[in-house]
């Protein structure tokens, strides 16, 4: 009897133990997660975005004045979007009928948005694929730069035999560059508000690519801003 209750304390130690290294581990990843998100928005103003930013006021110069003006008004519909969402609480459970026709209106409007920044992206095609050009050595050499970023912060255990990660979160670090990397891409670039510092592009880029890890661990759900 006695040597069985020592059994019993020794499995609950383990346990205790184990779930302890567990905690641990959690925390490690998510710190490391932070470095690496810190050190890449740290990238980003000092590398990236003031080369993005100068393309873009050089882009505003071949815009009407009629595109403009759209353009201002696409912002602030975004902005107004924006805010509603944040406004909104997860729903416990099934939405009701009214929170999803709200949804469903919502997600309009984002498609609205984009078909209209999509239509000068058309108009203006051929300029923006010779910024595509000019800045392609700059992408790569951004994209690679990342990579390693990423890399320093990948977790052990997820590192295989080749030193390459395969898990969750180095995709989702991944993920995280892509996103912020997706300011060159047409109607991102084009949606960009050339009046604003490089910090408030970088603010809103990171607070945009939160809510959308965010969304992402919440469950999937339906991806508008395609091009219709």
Known sequence: MKKSKV????????????????????EEKKKKREEARKEIKAYMKAQVLPVVLENRKDFDKKLSKSEKKTLVSLRSRMDALSKKKEGMKRPEGEPTEAQQKERQEMEKEMRHITTAAWE???????????IKASTKTQQEQWKSDMQAIMEKYKPENKEGKDGKGKGKGHGRRGKMGQGMMGHYQPVMFVLMDPSKSVDEIADEMEKRQMKRMKHHKGGKGHRGGGRN
């Open 7 to 26: 059994f019993i304390l020794s499995l609950i130690t383990v346990a205790t133990l184990a779930v302890s290294f567990a905690g641990i581990a959690q």
């Open 120 to 130: 000068i992206v058309d108009n203006h095609e051929a300029d923006l694929e010779a």
